[in-house]
């Protein structure tokens, strides 16, 4: 079945009517009150918008709160300083008697941690429920330790080393 140029053809598309005039309406007319002039010394103003009036006062108060912080981190440096001098201070003190027998308490905390965590640790093998989770654990335990102890060893270092 053969088609004519007609139906062959695509439909014509829809044809818009506009009934309406174009308005001017809302067009702004110079010569109305309703424009607005800037005056003279517009340029040399400090603030000429008011978004730059909104800006100055949003960085005014970062300002302020940058320097509230400020203060807040000496106080906290001094607290930080005066506890430092305490512990270094302390150490300082410590007759050598007490220093070795500081020491001799360390090494047997390291080997006492080190042997229950290891015979836990072997346990857990042997039933069959050691995994990656409980070795975690058992190393973040050492690292926490061995943290506290480097952080005590350097107050003793720092005392003994003030007191020679």
């Given at each position: 079945?053969?088609?004519?140029?007609?139906?062959?053809?695509?439909?014509?598309?829809?044809?818009?009517?506009?009934?309406?005039?174009?308005?001017?309406?809302?067009?702004?007319?110079?010569?109305?009150?309703?424009?607005?002039?800037?005056?003279?010394?517009?340029?040399e103003q400090d603030v000429q918008t008011d978004t730059q009036?909104?800006?100055q006062e949003l960085e005014d108060a970062a300002a302020r709160?940058?320097?509230?912080?400020?203060?807040?981190?000496?106080?906290?440096?001094?607290?930080?300083?005066?506890?430092?001098?305490?512990?270094?201070?302390?150490?300082?003190?410590?007759?050598?008697?007490?220093?070795?027998?500081?020491?001799?308490?360390?090494?047997?905390?390291?080997?006492?941690?080190?042997?229950?965590?290891?015979?836990?640790?072997?346990?857990?093998?042997?039933?069959?429920?050691?995994?990656?989770?409980?070795?975690?654990?058992?190393?973040?335990?050492?690292?926490?330790?061995?943290?506290?102890?480097?952080?005590?060893?350097?107050?003793?270092?720092?005392?003994?080393?003030?007191?020679?």
């Open positions: 079945m053969k088609q004519s140029p007609e139906e062959a053809a695509a439909p014509q598309p829809p044809q818009v009517v506009t009934e309406e005039s174009a308005s001017t309406s809302s067009l702004v007319d110079v010569d109305t009150p309703s424009v607005r002039t800037v005056p003279s010394d517009y340029n009036a909104a800006r709160a940058g320097a509230e912080a400020d203060l807040a981190k000496k106080k906290s440096s001094r607290k930080a300083r005066k506890a430092d001098s305490v512990l270094t201070k302390w150490f300082g003190d410590l007759s050598d008697g007490a220093t070795n027998a500081l020491a001799v308490a360390n090494i047997a905390t390291v080997v006492g941690l080190g042997s229950y965590l290891g015979y836990k640790g072997f346990g857990l093998y042997e039933r069959g429920r050691l995994d990656w989770k409980s070795v975690s654990i058992g190393f973040g335990i050492v690292g926490v330790v061995g943290m506290v102890e480097g952080v005590l060893g350097g107050y003793l270092y720092k005392g003994k080393k003030t007191q020679s």
